[in-house]
């Protein structure tokens, strides 16, 4: 029984690599839209704030 529970040792470190590999190598969403629309607020709010001329 003990040369059983020696070799599920390895068995479920395998399987739980396995796992973690599949998890790792899924496929995320690619795009910088929401980050692309951000600075675009960003980018019209400081030419809004900094349209006067009284800054110099």
């Known amino acids: 029984m003990a040369a059983l ?3 599920l040792i390895p068995f479920f ?3 739980g ?3 973690w590999g599949t ?3 899924r496929h995320r969403a690619i795009g910088d839209g929401a980050e692309l629309a951000g600075y675009a607020r ?3 709010a400081m030419e ?3 349209s006067g001329s009284d800054l110099l």
């Open 13 to 15: 470190a395998a399987v």
């Open 42 to 44: 960003f980018r019209d």
């Open 48 to 50: 809004k704030a900094g």
């Open 23 to 25: 998890w790792a190598a």
């Open 17 to 19: 690599a396995a796992v």
């Open 5 to 7: 529970a020696w070799l």
